[in-house]
């Protein structure tokens, strides 16, 4: 059974960085794709950043490229989201998800590529 263990969530200032981690158990995640999702407060649960099987694509939202950074380090079995230039609006309950399968690389802006979920980790950017 595949289980991601979201950390690293907490409380930031509005200009600040904030990096969360998803550890994977029950599988070996350097073959497989990754991804993040955010959910804020009476929203729908909306696509972050994601990393292809290979390394060589990551995909980010508009809203977030250029100040956010999805990575992996095999060795730990860990994916991570480095956030910098934090802002009010960025507060949500980030998830990290995997897919059982290879789906293309565009289809991982949506959630039906995915097959597993964490439980999310909560970041609050004050203003």
């Known amino acids: 059974q595949v289980q991601l263990i979201e950390s690293g969530g907490g409380l930031v200032q509005a200009g600040g960085s904030l990096r969360v981690s998803c550890a994977a158990s029950?599988?070996?995640?350097?073959?497989?794709?990754m991804g993040w999702f955010r959910q804020a407060p009476g929203k729908k649960r909306v696509f972050v950043a994601a990393?292809?099987?290979?390394?060589?694509?990551?995909l980010y939202a508009d809203s977030v490229k250029g100040r956010f950074t999805i990575s992996r380090d095999n060795a730990k079995n860990t994916v991570y989201l480095q956030m910098n230039s934090l802002k009010p609006e960025d507060t949500a309950v980030y998830y990290c998800?995997?897919?059982?399968?290879?789906?293309?690389?565009?289809?991982?802006?949506?959630?039906?590529?995915?097959?597993?979920w964490g439980q999310g980790t909560q970041v609050t950017v004050s203003s």
């Open positions: 029950g599988r070996t995640i350097s073959s497989h794709a």
């Open positions: 990393i292809d099987w290979s390394d060589s694509n990551t």
């Open positions: 998800a995997a897919p059982r399968t290879a789906p293309i690389t565009i289809a991982l802006m949506t959630e039906l590529a995915y097959d597993y």
